[in-house]
């Protein structure tokens, strides 16, 4: 009578809980019920080590993937400009040349600043780098930054000129446009 009654208070348990029943197999035999409260007890505290043994090593395990995760973003900041400066280097080789040469000869030293100027503008497009040069655009106060208001025949508020190319990197401002802009009339 009194199994029965341990049966039904942790039955009542569970319910009030609702804890699963702790059940414990051994092979080659079923599942089996503690019989007594202790054995309870026991089984439930050995069931909570566990828990508690998973839970810090799942706890361990989130740390280091933030950890590493960090190292990693450091890593990309760190070395993000490396494929920028990459293609830099040939505009770096050619002007190291051009100074290094004594020729007196202008039209030779115009074509190469013009080829180093077309190295130059190739790595600035693979950094994704692009002019902004607005000339009769409505000035935009985010791409543009006036410098001078002049009267002009074109409507009021519209780039006259251009004193400072801007540019944009991925669709973000690096540098705004220098520019006048037209007065109202």
Do not use: C
Request: zero cysteines; proline letters at 6%.
């Amino acid at each position: 009578m009194s199994q029965e009654k341990n049966q039904e208070n942790q039955e009542d348990i569970n319910k009030s809980t609702d804890l699963p029943v702790a059940e414990e197999s051994i092979p080659g035999e079923g599942p089996s019920t503690p019989s007594s409260p202790e054995e309870m007890i026991a089984l439930l505290q050995t069931q909570l080590q566990e828990h508690q043994d998973q839970f810090l090593r799942a706890k361990a395990e989130v740390e280091n993937a933030r950890r590493r995760s960090i190292e990693e973003v450091a890593k990309a900041h760190k070395f993000a400009i490396e494929g920028f400066a990459e293609s830099l280097l040939p505009v770096l080789d050619s002007l190291t040349a051009a100074l290094s040469d004594n020729g007196e000869d202008s039209a030779k030293m115009k074509e190469g600043i013009e080829l180093t100027f077309k190295q130059l503008m190739s790595a600035l497009e693979r950094g994704r780098v692009q002019e902004i040069n607005p000339v009769g655009e409505k000035f935009d106060p985010h791409r543009h930054q006036a410098i001078a208001m002049v009267p002009h025949e074109q409507e009021a508020n519209t780039v006259v000129t251009v004193l400072q190319k801007g540019y944009l990197i991925a669709d973000r401002i690096l540098r705004p446009a220098l520019v006048t802009v037209s007065q109202p009339k």
